[in-house]
């Protein structure tokens, strides 16, 4: 520093130009704040209209010629907080929302769903072989991680963050293959679990499988979740209605312990099948299955809720791996932060997806998953409302916004309307330093606070 000036770090003066470089600044900020700041937004250019899908008549326009930038900024979308936190805490917000309705009602689902019996499971993979865990007794003891006088064997007493945590004892004897096509079809178990689930509650309500929709329905949302060994678990919350839907209680005496009996019995009974392997794919030892209570200190209708929205967001990278596709086996050796069992997995997906018998697998396409290639999130037909639907109510509420911000009368709330455009993608990303500072600053602001569900913004696209 000399005389009156001052050295400024690098990143505010980037900071300073980006701002008076901008035609109209503030209209750049409002775009970056109706993402939430998100990571990567996409530049759009182009136009839309909004038309009475009644009488065609034209209600609305915009072109991103009017903008001062002449482009749009649009949220990336991305659930995994990986890759973008601001999307991905308005889609664990939106989680929240869809889960919790499907508990107590609301958002078109009947408050009297809240009496249904309904419980929250855990279904776990089983044992590949030995990994190196955090053991605590019920007084909270660190006890040895796995002490054993033959075989894989390790006596110490890992700490939280040791990264040691979720790695094979003994890789040479690990089960890689079959870890690999546990993921790989776990999803395909979850559907046969749901065919034994309904034989089960069919044969406690002494009628046919066939019938069993004309008595009661069987509701469920579901998330994967990857566990620190690189296999994941499911966490379901499972509902019974009657006949006609969420608005129609189950038969008299179908109760949630009828349901619990009927998930064991199911989650025992299921088995699939990997042709051109010798495993038999199942589901482990550790089956957990809770009744989801209306209030006190269990598993309560929000605390399922927020349990299950916070690891929609998560993906395989929790497990030691990478949130990206591999291209080749050599792309391993330039990818920093893997851990060495999730590497083993990755060549496993990738020796495996080499064969021609196995290519329906597509275990080289899903490799950085671990071989699983299924939904994170998933959900039965009625049990709530959908994402779409939350997506939708907020592009009408940020029309309507706009259009009283034209001086115009919102739209009667039964009038169907349709957007056509014509966009193309210009970019994704910010263009300079400047800019990525001004987007955190406007992340951080919102990080705290919770989502505006219908405030909030999906693009004018």
Not at 123 to 147: I, L, Y
Request: proline share 5%.
């Amino acid at each position: 520093m000399s005389g009156h000036e001052i050295d400024l770090p690098p990143e505010f003066v980037s900071l300073a130009k980006g701002a008076a470089n901008k035609q109209d600044f503030h209209r750049w900020k409002e775009m970056v704040a109706s993402t939430r700041g998100c990571s990567a937004p996409i530049r759009l250019v182009g136009s839309s209209a909004t038309v009475d899908t009644a009488t065609g008549e034209v209600l609305s326009t915009y072109s991103t010629w009017d903008e001062p930038n002449e482009y749009l900024l649009t949220a990336c979308g991305n659930r995994r907080a990986s890759r973008c936190e601001a999307c991905s805490q308005v889609y664990a917000d939106d989680t929240f929302h869809l889960i919790r309705s499907g508990l107590v009602g609301g958002r078109d689902v009947p408050t009297s769903v809240a009496s249904h019996p309904r419980v929250f499971a855990t279904f776990t993979a089983p044992s590949f072989g030995p990994v190196h865990a955090r053991v605590m007794d019920a007084a909270g003891v660190v006890s040895p991680c796995h002490p054993r006088r033959e075989g894989s064997s390790c006596s110490a007493k890992h700490d939280e963050d040791d990264s040691a945590l979720g790695q094979a004892i003994d890789p040479a004897s690990y089960d890689y293959v079959g870890a690999v096509l546990w993921n790989n079809r776990a999803g395909e178990l979850w559907h046969t679990f749901a065919v034994y689930l309904r034989r089960h509650l069919a044969e406690a309500l002494g009628v046919s499988r066939s019938k069993l929709s004309k008595v009661l329905r069987v509701e469920y949302a579901k998330v994967a979740e990857y566990q620190v060994r690189g296999l994941v678990h499911f966490h379901a919350v499972i509902r019974l209605d009657g006949p006609s839907g969420p608005g129609e209680p189950p038969p008299f005496g179908v109760d949630a312990g009828m349901l619990c009996d009927a998930i064991n019995g199911a989650a025992r009974a299921a088995r699939v099948g990997v042709p051109g392997f010798s495993q038999t794919i199942r589901w482990g030892k550790q089956l957990d299955i809770r009744p989801i209570q209306h209030d006190g200190d269990g598993w309560t209708d929000a605390k399922v809720a927020r349990y299950i929205a916070k690891y929609a967001t998560k993906g395989a990278e929790a497990a030691g791996t990478v949130d990206r596709q591999i291209r080749s086996v050599g792309h391993l050796h330039r990818v920093r932060g893997l851990s060495g069992h999730a590497r083993r997995m990755i060549e496993t997906c990738w020796e495996l997806g080499g064969h021609e018998d196995h290519a329906y697998l597509k275990l080289r396409e899903w490799a950085h998953m671990l071989g699983y290639g299924g939904h994170f999130s998933t959900k039965s037909r009625r049990y709530s409302t959908t994402l779409g639907t939350m997506r939708s109510d907020r592009s009408r509420f940020r029309a309507d916004l706009a259009r009283e911000l034209a001086g115009l009368d919102p739209l009667p709330a039964d009038q169907q309307t349709v957007r056509v455009g014509d966009w193309a993608v210009a970019g994704v990303g910010y263009t300079n330093s400047g800019e990525e500072s001004w987007a955190e600053l406007i992340r951080e602001q919102h990080r705290y606070k919770p989502v505006a569900r219908l405030a909030d913004t999906d693009s004018a696209a």
